[in-house]
């Protein structure tokens, strides 16, 4: 793979559904990858920003979420659901796609931006730690609705 292309996906279309049909079950077992509306929303929301990687031959190769909510503290941010696809690993583009996201979100008033990854995903984690993010010591709380 070449150069890696970013950009703010503008309109959910069937192209990017189908990408995200590929890419989503190497990022979550569990999770279904998003409907056309489900995708639709996301893109159309102002909290968010769907962030994709495109090879030289136009294919998406990645993508990652920003969420930006404001907070009485302040503007925060948050990144969610990186997946770069197997094929394409280790040819930057989930450095550039999280790069990207950083810009947007200091450009957007964010102070911080954070994000979880599992232990297990070493390399994802050496990546976040390469790009200067720190790991907090906080508990992370989850509630199952």
Do not use: H, K, N, Y
């Given at each position: 793979?070449?150069?890696?292309?970013?950009?703010?996906?503008?309109?959910?279309?069937?192209?990017?559904?189908?990408?995200?049909?590929?890419?989503?079950?190497?990022?979550?077992?569990?999770?279904?990858?998003?409907?056309?509306?489900?995708?639709?929303?996301?893109?159309?929301?102002?909290?968010?920003?769907?962030?994709?990687?495109?090879?030289?031959?136009?294919?998406?190769?990645?993508?990652?979420?920003?969420?930006l909510f404001s907070v009485p503290t302040g503007v925060r941010a948050w990144i969610e659901d990186v997946v770069v696809d197997e094929s394409a690993r280790g040819a930057g583009a989930g450095a550039a796609l999280v790069r990207a996201a950083l810009s947007s979100a200091e450009a957007s008033g964010a102070r911080t931006v954070d994000l979880t990854s599992r232990p297990q995903r070493e390399e994802a984690n050496r990546l976040y730690q390469r790009l200067g993010f720190e790991q907090r010591h906080t508990n992370v709380y989850r509630y199952e609705l």
């Open positions: 793979m070449g150069t890696v292309t970013i950009e703010a996906a503008r309109v959910a279309d069937d192209e990017l559904c189908a990408a995200l049909v590929r890419l989503v079950p190497q990022l979550s077992s569990s999770a279904p990858p998003p409907t056309l509306d489900e995708l639709r929303r996301i893109v159309d929301s102002p909290a968010t920003t769907l962030f994709i990687a495109r090879d030289d031959a136009g294919l998406v190769v990645g993508s990652l979420t920003l969420a």
